[in-house]
């Protein structure tokens, strides 16, 4: 049976409670014991020596060597000191024989020899154990015996014995009362130890019933985020996973829907027109018109299928960059020609290109045809009738900038930051694109960021839009500036003033040109 973080947790801190408390109890047990038994070691040894000293008094010596200890008095201090003190005290000889007693503790009425190892050790100095005097006592008494001398010669000892009893009855009480307000401080302890066990592991099944619900391809649960600790750290970026694989989900929809619109159009286009002109539907004078569109078509596949491609291969990490030194402005031109027609069509304006010259860049010039392709056909597509596209290219110490603005309605500012991630679409707003698949800015971002540069975006909604990129320069000698050429001497706008260059081959990457090898004008 599987065990809940929640039974684990909550069981693991109970155990360490449990044993806090028996380790606890323990120990106070045994403080206690040791404390009463030096306790009742003290007072033993106090009384018998005040009796010692007290019988002292008492004695009277018969001749040189021999004292006698009368009773009467002395045996009813005895019996008074006895019964106060809760322990037996009686008087021996040096060979153990015992003159005189009380045994309030024990209930005997007498005892007559203490075993002489005893005695001998009591007058010769003191006696401390725990004895049955040799099955005198029904269990094993606590034992003081301390000398009693007479003119300074050891005439017998004084004994004084109690039972554990009661330390054993003490000790019994303080187990009951312990385990009584144990069981209370552990039931306490299981109730706030399982609600705060059952608080902190709650985010965690609500994620994993959240997680469910992913697979199922439910994304619409979210975890409640009541807390500033980690686990509402860990709550919070689980919620945002949610909607970043919510966003992905319904981006790829979307990019399948896109996808099977853009095949299926075009190929039903191509098949109707190709059995249309096969079985001669179509009259032979405008097969060449049909012709044209079905190629048209058959391009934007190969565009799709490109993307596609490209997209595979830069999640593949296999999208790799072949660099070399060309005229960005030169591509931005030739680029701009492939739109000639649309352009036309629409009356827009192409600005700036009169003061863009001759810009030399360092990367894959084919990829970034691609980057600038993009970004026009953006341009071109949603720039109003009658507006402009402007394009300036800016050359500076370490990079260059391109910068393609377009009039139009613009991008909405809350779809500004994401028009750069895969499979997003405005269509709200840029209802003219219904057939992009919301790769094209992606793949340019991507391209950009492989050759070390980034691009980023700027609109107002219903006045313009406008795309700016950079590319870095490698790090080179330095080499002589010519004067920028004016773009209207660019040789793609203007023929007869190419200028006049060696047919040496162009520098490599981070090669600088001598100063005999400089364009001349």
Known sequence: ????????????????????????????????????????????????????????????????????????????????????????????????????????????????????PYAATAWKGKFEGRSDLDGVYPERYYIIGVPMTANGKQVGAVFAATSPATVNALQGELVKIFLLAALAALAAAFCLVGAFVYRMVRPLRQMALAAHSFGAGDFSTRVPVTRQDEMGQLAAAFNNMADSLSNSEGMRRSFIANVSHELKTPMTTIAGFIDGILDGTIPRGEQDKYLH?????????????????????????????????????????????????????????????????????????????????????????????????????ADSVDRTTVTIENTGPGIPPEDLPMIFDRFYKGDKSRSRDKNGMGLGLYLVRTILQLHGGNIWACSVPGEYCRFEFFLPKPQEAPKLKE???????????????????????????????????????
Do not use: C
């Not at 009368?70 to 003159?99: C, H, M, N, R």
């Not at 309030?104 to 002489?116: F, G, N, R, T, Y």
């Not at 970034?368 to 596209?389: D, M, R, W």
């Not at 203007?494 to 600088?512: I, N, Q, S």
């Open 1 to 116: 049976m599987q065990r809940s973080i929640f039974r684990r947790y909550l069981s693991i801190t109970m155990t360490i409670i449990l044993l806090s408390f028996a380790t606890l109890g323990g120990g106070l047990t045994a403080f206690f014991g040791q404390y009463w038994r030096q306790e009742k070691n003290e007072l033993l040894t106090q009384n018998a020596a005040a009796i010692s000293e007290f019988a002292t008094r008492f004695l009277r010596q018969v001749d040189k060597d021999r004292y006698e200890l009368p009773a009467g008095d002395l045996q009813y201090f005895l019996g008074s000191f006895s019964v106060s003190t809760g322990a037996d005290i009686f008087i021996t000889d040096l060979e153990g024989k015992v003159l005189l007693g009380s045994f309030a503790d024990s209930k005997l009425d007498s005892i007559e020899k203490v075993p002489a």
């Open 293 to 393: 569109i079905v190629s048209d078509e058959v391009k934007r596949l190969s565009r799709l299928v490109k993307s596609m491609l490209d997209l595979s291969r830069i999640d593949s990490g296999e999208m790799k960059i072949h660099p070399r030194r060309f005229d960005v402005t030169h591509t931005i031109i030739s680029t701009l020609l492939t739109f000639e027609q649309p352009v036309d069509a629409k009356g827009i304006a192409i600005l700036g290109l009169d003061e863009a010259g001759p810009v030399e860049v360092y990367g894959d010039q084919d990829l970034l045809h691609q980057v600038v392709y993009n970004l026009v056909e953006n341009a071109v597509k949603f720039t109003n009738a009658g507006g402009s596209i402007t394009v300036r290219v």
């Open 483 to 521: 004067g920028a050429q004016k773009g209207k001497d660019h040789p793609r706008l203007k023929e007869g003033k190419l200028r006049r260059r060696r047919k040496e081959p162009a520098p490599e990457a981070g090669e600088a040109k001598k100063p005999e090898e400089q364009e001349k004008p």
